[in-house]
């Protein structure tokens, strides 16, 4: 598969990966391989539940949905201190490059790995790991996040972080849960078990548990002993890769394939293609962490939401309309366009959002079911 060079020139920046300059890992005086943290933002996804606004050409996480910044911009802002983080990771679509070069803004030391097609978070996660263990060394701890969450409170955040440092660097796992405000149906939970030995803060993962029912969301909301599954995690490169290598072994040859045969441009590689062909497309829950030993998780409430749907972005959002709306005696609707002139009368719990030629409809509570409503869309245009 060709891609346009041109193109992915047009980022400029460091050497080859892995080779000179801000790749290498930092030495202290002493000799010591300074400690690090590099954030890897995970780019690739098509947050298709908030269609018709988020697009395969524009997805959510580059678009200015709660603010003047996109949530790319926003993800990068949270790991800007230098004197914490080095310069972060991106694993994107090939096809986004311009969008990401947009939004660094002219910084041309950030990484940036660049696949041919999606293969969820387990393989993104380690190309991004056998990068690192290439230019920041086996220790260097890697920050994973998402490129589309809300974090209003960042320095709570940036506390977790450093609350979930030791363990990750003993060797641990470390994910991050977030306290539930509410039951909620479109999120993954964790159930916490006992602390962990040593390190305030941390607990054990007594076990993942899936998108639940709202009867059983309410229950274990109520329990106290459930956590949101931000999937936010932070471990040492080589530990990932440990575990990956035991747990999904066809992911970790094929991501270590498609980085070692990968086309450097700049500060980009270009994953290989054909090392990626079959691998499976997995999350890294179900790849690994629903499966290994080393899982531990911090608690925590930085004012988190991963956006993950129109219900969502209602709760989050003050303002029940935005754009050019009329609504008369509408109880509560969600109502938000980026140009077409909407007028409602008289509806309740609804959803309405329209973009360029797009409109969509749908009552408030049954928006994670957008992604049915495009399948059923591609299967007539087929």
Not at 124 to 150: F, N, W, Y
Request: net charge negative; hydrophobic share 40%.
């Amino acid at each position: 598969m060709d891609f346009d060079n041109r193109t992915l020139h047009s980022l400029g920046g460091a050497a080859d990966l892995g080779l000179t300059g801000e790749g290498e890992c930092p030495i202290s005086r002493s000799g010591v391989s300074t400690p690090t943290i590099v954030p890897v933002i995970l780019s690739g996804g098509a947050g298709s539940r908030l269609w018709p606004c988020s697009t395969e050409e524009m997805p959510k996480q580059f678009l200015s949905i709660t603010g003047t910044k996109s949530l790319f911009r926003l993800t990068l802002d949270r790991v800007l201190d230098r004197k914490r983080f080095r310069t972060p990771i991106i694993v994107g679509n090939v096809r986004h490059v311009d969008l990401c070069r947009r939004e660094l803004e002219g910084d041309n030391e950030a990484r940036l790995i660049l696949e041919p097609f999606a293969r969820n978070t387990a393989p993104a996660i380690a190309m991004a790991a056998a990068t690192a263990r290439r230019t920041d060394g086996e220790d260097a701890l890697l920050l994973v996040m998402p490129s589309d969450h809300i974090i209003d409170d960042v320095p709570a955040f940036l506390e977790g972080i450093r609350i979930g440092e030791p363990a990750a660097r003993a060797g641990h796992l470390v994910t991050f849960g977030i306290h539930p405000a509410h039951a909620d149906t479109g999120f993954g939970y964790l159930r916490t078990g006992s602390d962990l030995d040593d390190i305030a803060g941390v607990k054990q993962v007594a076990e993942f548990v899936e998108k639940p029912s709202l009867d059983v969301a309410e229950q274990m909301v109520g329990d106290g002993r459930h956590l949101w599954n931000a999937g936010i995690f932070l471990f040492r490169a080589g530990t990932f890769l440990e575990e990956i290598a035991m747990h999904a072994p066809e992911i970790a040859g094929a991501a270590e394939k498609a980085i070692e045969l990968g086309r450097h441009e700049g500060s980009a590689i270009i994953a290989d293609a054909e090392s990626l062909k079959d691998c499976p497309s997995e999350s890294v829950d179900y790849a690994v962490m629903e499966h290994s030993s080393r899982v531990v998780v911090v608690p925590m409430s930085p004012g988190w939401s991963d956006l993950g749907s129109w219900d969502a972005l209602a709760q989050l959002l003050e303002s029940a309309s935005h754009g050019p709306i009329t609504a008369l005696d509408c109880n509560d609707c969600y109502i938000r366009s980026d140009g077409l002139q909407v007028a409602a009368l008289g509806v309740r719990d609804l959803i309405i959002v329209a973009s360029g030629q797009r409109l969509l409809i749908l009552p408030r509570g049954r928006s994670q079911e957008v992604k049915k409503l495009l399948s059923a869309m591609e299967s007539m245009a087929a």
